[in-house]
């Protein structure tokens, strides 16, 4: 199996594990808006099963990468479907970053999360830093 074949492999493996993921969030997001509970254990012990496979999975794409990197650029025109797939990958992440980000924020209306893992008070101020280099150069 050549590189490139590897890789589009990883990625579609990649790429149902997101699914999985996305799945879980949005069973999460769902129990969140409509019974205004925490989520079970079940999904928690989900969460944390899922863990390892996703750092696996992870560690086989950065390999990929830096093998994928020196490949000749024509030779990688060739294998459109690499990009792609690493497109698909990348759209499925972001979907889950903001919905877990809104299941952050009901657990926080509700009180649920501990206070040493609260994000920090400039996480919901985004243009923080600009303006500190804002107010620096006056």
């Not at 920090?120 to 804002?134: E, F, G, I, K, S």
Request: contains cysteine.
């Amino acid at each position: 199996m050549n590189a490139a074949a590897a890789m589009v492999e990883d990625l579609r493996r990649h790429l149902a594990l997101c699914q999985e993921v996305l799945a879980l969030v949005e069973r999460e997001n769902q129990a969140l808006r409509d019974t205004e509970k925490p989520p079970g254990f079940k999904t928690l012990q989900a969460k944390k099963d899922l863990l390892p496979r996703l750092n696996q999975s992870l560690n086989q794409i950065r390999q990929h990468r830096t093998t994928w990197q020196k490949v000749d650029p024509a030779e990688r025109a060739q294998c459109p479907e690499v990009n792609a797939l690493l497109r698909q990958n990348q759209d499925l992440i972001m979907k889950i970053i903001v919905l877990d980000r809104e299941n952050e924020q009901g657990l926080l209306r509700q009180g649920l999360v501990p206070t040493h893992h609260l994000p920090p008070a400039n996480r919901q101020r985004p243009h923080y830093v600009a303006d500190l280099y804002r107010r620096r150069g006056q």
